[in-house]
């Protein structure tokens, strides 16, 4: 049984790292500065994260480019492997990114406006080195899944499980799932989402929004199917550790890394940078 993936997520705006709640806006006082992503990185690193993401949460909306220097002084301290978006847009951002230190590059809005980037992508860097990154937002409660892009502020029109399906056609070797609705609500994952996508697609599926505690994160593992769990405030607040929820995760019968983790560091080493 392969072992499920604890993954701490970093949003980054102007070389910060932000949290807010349903993608919102630096200009509308949605984002709260939490802390440097250098520093954090390695706190999740010491803590034995399985993958660190980081997200460029404005580079799409305001049309600049990634974070390479974000990057590239994380990948210097770091050796966790890091899944690095935002802003990609073309081989040549992807590129940019691996030469960075990117072990595997998240595309988004660029996906939806040129699919074939996926392919291209693919075909150069590996399955394993793409993955689709899906903002998805319900129409209503209960209602279906629709993808949206640019931070989740325009639709497409297009259905989720549909989508995941063509980036697995088209070589992305991991789908991400963002559940707007959720993120920053505490209040849990999109479980029937996830597990929607999870049974659609032969690839790992990471869901993502909503964490407010490590049962959140047992319950998307288990029935919501999902192969890995991100989370951000949680983590970045020090309300919990990696560590924490592997062993809760490991308690209930959930495959885990554990085998390096040392005793669970005192609480207020983790609290807000």
């Not at 807010?20 to 994260?49: C, K, M, S, T």
């Not at 319900?138 to 899944?145: E, I, K, Q, S, V």
């Not at 697609?201 to 991100?230: F, I, Q, T």
């Not at 929820?245 to 885990?256: D, F, N, S």
Request: net charge negative; proline share 4%; with cysteine.
């Amino acid at each position: 049984m392969l072992a499920k993936r604890i993954v701490p997520c970093l949003d980054v705006h102007a070389g910060r790292v932000t949290r807010g709640q349903q993608f919102g806006r630096a200009e509308e006082g949605g984002l709260a500065d939490v802390g440097d992503p250098v520093a954090l990185a390695v706190r999740y690193d010491a803590q034995e994260a399985d993958e660190l993401v980081l997200y460029d949460i404005t580079a799409t909306s305001e049309g600049r480019g990634t974070i390479l220097d974000v990057l590239t002084r994380v990948a210097e301290r770091c050796f966790m492997p890091l899944t690095v978006g935002g802003g990609v847009r073309t081989l040549d951002d992807v590129r940019a990114l691996m030469h960075a230190g990117a072990d595997k590059v998240s595309i988004n809005s660029g996906a939806v406006e040129d699919p074939d980037l996926i392919r291209r992508a693919a075909e150069h860097y590996g399955s394993q080195a793409i993955v689709l990154s899906i903002d998805a937002k319900r129409a209503g409660p209960g209602g279906p899944l629709e993808v949206v892009v640019a931070g989740g502020r325009k639709p497409t029109g297009m259905e989720v499980v549909a989508w995941a399906e063509r980036g697995q056609a088209l070589g992305a070797g991991e789908i991400v799932l963002n559940s707007i609705d959720a993120d920053g609500m505490k209040t849990g994952y999109d479980v029937a989402g996830t597990r929607a996508v999870a049974r659609a697609v032969d690839l790992p599926v990471v869901a993502s929004g909503g964490a407010g505690n490590a049962e959140h994160m047992l319950e998307v593992l288990r029935d919501g199917e999902a192969d890995a769990a991100l989370a951000a405030g949680i983590f970045h607040r020090g309300e919990t550790t990696v560590g924490a929820v592997k062993r809760r995760l490991a308690e209930a019968g959930i495959a885990v890394r554990l085998d390096e983790l040392g005793p669970e560091p005192d609480r207020a080493e983790n609290g807000p940078t």
